[in-house]
């Protein structure tokens, strides 16, 4: 075992399990470092599709158990490359996330993580490489195409109004109209009923401006517009990065949610605590590469850390 309180997705319930900062709760049973073949879990399903796909795309990274049949990655990258200029920032990524599953996507700053989410939301277009949803090639042109696969993207800087309250923030773009007028209670009543579905707590009023919330107030309204608009990929750039302890719980609870709803969850974080109390894989950038992409109950905290940091860890990573 790595020292990980190793744990089965699929019996995830949010509440059930140990998140940093929360109570220490009861370690779920103990799961096989390699070769559980007698566990035929979804994360260990996924795993299969990724070691045939890694072998192709790559070949050099990632460590993957064949087990049982294949899952269909939500997600599923291959040879994406994007400069700016002359500045290759990604190049050769391959990354997939699956239904059900947290993907912690970490890397150190400027390794990239931003640019691959910005690729994944429609924002930039690759410049090279094949992007899959659901198994179908697509071709996004716009934000807008993205939002319309079912794909929400939280970014880095959460693109909020600041001046309009919560329902207006979760309907922009979106608003239900009932005849020529807005349906105002029919979007408060969804909005209340999204947040309570996502055990929101501590807002007051629906009609709140967002400029009265805390930072983790914000950050749960952008991801309630995610679980509102029925999406199948969510992710999220950095959502704890400013938050206190409670309110870092809250939204990891909160990540952890949606995938236990059946939601593919991409997560940035460089909080390696968060990382690995809530994902079910890490995928590691390292200037630009994909250096890893591993299942997280195989691997320990330093090497991640030493993924991040120098591209390769033992076997893993970058080849020398
Ligand atoms: N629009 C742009 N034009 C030119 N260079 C860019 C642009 N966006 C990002 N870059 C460069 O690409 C590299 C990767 O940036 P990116 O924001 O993706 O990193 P990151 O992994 O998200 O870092 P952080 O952890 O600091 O958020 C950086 O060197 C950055 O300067
Ligand atoms: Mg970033």
Redesign the pocket.
């Known amino acids: 075992m790595n020292g990980r309180d190793a744990r089965e997705p699929m019996a995830r319930a949010t509440g059930s399990r140990a998140l940093p900062y929360g109570p220490a709760l009861p370690p779920g049973p103990a799961e096989p470092r390699s070769g559980g073949a007698a566990r035929v879990s979804r994360a260990a399903h996924a795993a299969d599709t990724l070691t045939a796909h890694d072998r192709s795309a790559r070949g050099d990274a990632a460590r993957w158990e064949p087990l049982g049949m294949a899952v269909t990655p939500v997600l599923d990258m291959r040879g994406i490359d994007k400069s700016?200029?002359s500045?290759k920032?990604l190049q050769d990524i391959a990354f997939s996330a699956y239904p059900g599953e947290v993907t912690a996507l970490v890397?150190?700053?400027?390794?990239?993580?931003?640019?691959?989410v910005k690729c994944i939301g429609g924002i930039h277009p690759p410049d090279a490489g094949e992007y899959r949803f659901e198994g179908r090639p697509v071709r996004l042109g716009s934000p807008r195409d993205a939002a319309a696969l079912g794909i929400e993207v939280v970014h880095?800087d959460l693109a909020l109004c600041e001046n309009l309250d919560i329902v207006q923030n979760l309907f922009l773009g979106r608003e239900r109209r009932r005849g020529i007028a807005l349906d105002e209670s029919g979007m408060e009543e969804l909005a209340r009923t999204t947040l309570s579905g996502l055990s929101v707590r501590t807002m007051g009023s629906v009609r709140q401006k967002i400029s009265t919330l805390s930072g983790g107030q914000r950050q749960t309204v952008a991801i309630a517009r995610a679980v509102l608009w029925d999406s199948k990929l969510v992710v999220l750039?950095?959502p704890a990065a400013a938050l206190g302890v409670a309110q870092t719980q809250q939204v990891l609870e909160i990540v952890r949610r949606l995938a236990d709803k059946g939601l593919a969850v991409v997560l940035?974080s460089?909080n390696m605590n968060d990382v690995f109390a809530v994902s079910d894989r890490i995928a590691a950038?390292y200037l630009?590469r994909m250096v890893a992409q591993v299942r997280t109950a195989d691997v320990t905290h330093r090497q991640v850390v030493e993924l991040i940091t120098s591209g390769v860890s033992g076997d893993l990573g970058l080849r020398r």
Do not use: C
């Open positions: 700016f200029g500045v920032v890397g150190d700053n400027g390794a990239g993580k931003t640019t691959l880095q750039d950095e940035i460089h950038l630009g």
